[in-house]
């Protein structure tokens, strides 16, 4: 009878043990592991920004259809695309200008074109409209700052 009161408080102290021990693991190795933070080609200056996007973005529309790496340019269009809209989306000061929501419309125009139709080259009344968008944000955006 001893014995197996023994043996029942020792399964419970083993348990309790166990996941205490279990609780320090998990706590020590998601303190200790580094968190790598998303790398962002944006500087934090809204017009500087801008204005590298605006021209970055326009050297890939004038990218030809033929072009050997069209592949790489929509990638890295993309990637820019992605990183200028969650750095300015959520800042107040900036989201409501009409520079960011000029080059937002452009932007999501492009982006919707090269993942809904990765394989086609941007059509020419969509590099026209582009072009137009980007410029006229280009411009707002110097005249805000």
């Given amino acids: 009878m001893l014995l197996k009161m023994f043996n029942l408080s020792f399964n419970k102290f083993l348990i309790k043990a166990l996941s205490i021990c279990i609780a320090l693991i998990i706590y020590i190795v998601s303190t200790i592991s580094p968190s790598y933070a998303a790398q962002s080609n944006m500087s934090g200056d809204y017009a500087k920004d801008t204005i590298t996007v605006v021209k970055a973005l326009k050297g890939a529309i004038e990218t030809p259809k033929d072009a050997s790496n069209k592949d790489e340019v929509r990638e ?50 969509l590099k026209e409209r582009l072009n137009k968008e980007l410029s006229l944000a280009e411009k707002m955006v110097l005249r805000e700052s």
Wanted: net charge positive; no cysteine; aromatic share 10%.
């Fill in 76 to 125: 890295e269009s993309l990637s820019l695309i992605t990183d200028y809209i969650s750095r300015y989306r959520n800042r107040g000061l900036v989201n409501k200008t009409q520079s960011f929501t000029t080059m937002q419309t452009a932007l999501n125009a492009m982006a919707g074109h090269y993942k809904n139709f990765a394989t086609r080259p941007l059509p020419e009344k």
